[in-house]
């Protein structure tokens, strides 16, 4: 076990079961998406230590509890009720049988993911603490973290069997957009954008439409938007709905389809559907098929044929 998970951990992890001699279990994998390192871990009880990490790690329980202690702080996690950010230092943990997901977190997009998602583009320090060990709600506000997690476990576990697919689909954009709101979620509670005029909110709108217009064939996430528009994701939301009565990413999709079906009507036979599709930004050509079917009440390929 110890030598699997320094595949993730940059430091020395130990391992002590806790178990009758013979039982120790543990099942645990890993994976990489776009440089975000995740393990999950099923383990029977011990007692683990990990000397010179240098990496704040987000450890999820979804069955099981355990304690750990870092800076002479003891933090208690167990399912359904609270997580624990560590802060890279050296800690000790002892638990029972325990199903966990440990995240090892990357400090400077965190940060540029929390300044994205509340529209604030310079201050003066970080938004985010990782130097210090904090026990965190899994419930706060109304959000069940612990079900938000779970759900983008199961995602990565769908699509890890095609890594190439699983770096496109944005899962470590969500998974950083869901850290950031169960590390500092009262910073997400005030929205002070709406007191902006319609102009600058108008002119931050389009920044984000040209952004989309110019990356049609790529990946595009909230936090991208967010970005470049300077706006919260509330206001975002808000100025896309009272301007085109949609979300941001049904408006990408918009795009993306209506610029597919002029490539369709222009090419005659020289691209395939399939190309279009992906040079449209769609990954999965059924889906492609599906959206522009629902939008122009014809299939791609029907598109093509009558235009011949």
Known sequence: MADRLKILANGLPIFDSLAKPGEFMSLNSDININGLAIGALVNSPMRVAMRNGNTSML????????????????????ADNSAALLAGGDFTGESGLISSMAIFINSDRLECTVRSMIGIKNTVSNLIDLDRPQELALQSGGIEFDRIFKKLAGLIDLLSITPGL?????????????????????????????????????????????????HQNELITMTDLERVSCMSGRNLQYAFQETFACTPMQWVRVQRLETARSMLIRTGSSLTVTTIAFLCGFNKPSAFSYYYNLRFGELPSETIVCRQ
Not at 59 to 78: A, H, M, N, Q, T
Request: aromatic content about 10%; proline content about 4%.
């Open 59 to 78: 450890i999820i329980p979804f069955s099981g509890s355990g304690l750990f202690s870092e800076y002479g702080e003891k933090i208690v996690i167990r």
């Open 166 to 214: 699983l770096n496109l689909s944005g899962i470590d954009d969500q998974i950083y957009r869901a850290m950031a709101m169960i590390l500092k979620p009262a910073l997400f509670s005030i929205d002070s954008d709406h007191k902006k005029s319609p102009a600058y909110s108008k002119n931050l709108l389009d920044r984000a439409c040209q952004y989309i217009k110019e």
